[in-house]
């Protein structure tokens, strides 16, 4: 294996399988998604078949296996936010963003998912965008979220 990325993560966990988590959670990280030929160095260098880590990847929400955007937009629609309206957010979202909800941008800029309930109902409706919270958006306050995250 010559990815040094990988090899750094494995070495953090002295290539312990029990760490396969933490391992996924840190490759996520360095790639903003799981890459196939990654996971299969993981798989190779900490003997846990690749179909094994293909099925947490795919079991956990937080794993994905298409490359996410550097900025990546989270719209809650638990029931707080969606009485307030985070579905016209979400709207306003793709169309600002040229993509549909589950989408990433061609040039990886951006990403946009739907999700069930960060927290932050008090807050509602909420975007999340990376680790921010964003509460109280409105579809009028979407073009500045926006704008905010393309500099």
Same mark, same amino acid.
């Given at each position: 294996m ?22 996924? !959670? /840190?490759?996520?990280?360095?790639y903003?998604?799981?890459?196939? /030929?990654?996971l ?17 990847? =795919? ?10 955007g ?20 979400l ?31 008090g ?9 921010? $919270?964003?509460?109280?958006? =409105? !579809? =009028?306050?979407?073009?500045?979220? $926006? ?5």
């Amino acid at each position: 294996m010559s990815n040094s990325k990988v090899m750094e993560i494995l070495g953090r966990y002295e290539s312990d399988p029990g760490a396969i988590i933490s391992i996924l !959670q /840190d490759v996520q990280e360095a790639y903003r998604y799981l890459p196939r /030929d990654v996971l299969a160095d993981v798989s190779r260098e900490i003997n846990i078949p690749l179909s094994r880590i293909l099925s947490l990847a =795919t079991f956990y929400k937080a794993f994905s296996l298409k490359p996410k955007g550097r900025h990546a937009f989270h719209v809650c629609l638990g029931t707080a936010c969606h009485v307030r309206g985070a579905q016209l957010v979400l709207e306003k979202l793709e169309r600002e963003l040229g993509i549909s909800a589950g989408e990433t941008s061609e040039d990886l800029a951006y990403s946009l998912d739907a999700v069930r309930c960060v927290g932050c109902c008090g807050l509602a409706p909420v975007v999340m965008v990376g680790e921010e $919270v964003h509460g109280k958006i =409105t !579809q =009028t306050k979407v073009s500045g979220l $926006v704008k905010k995250y393309s500099r």
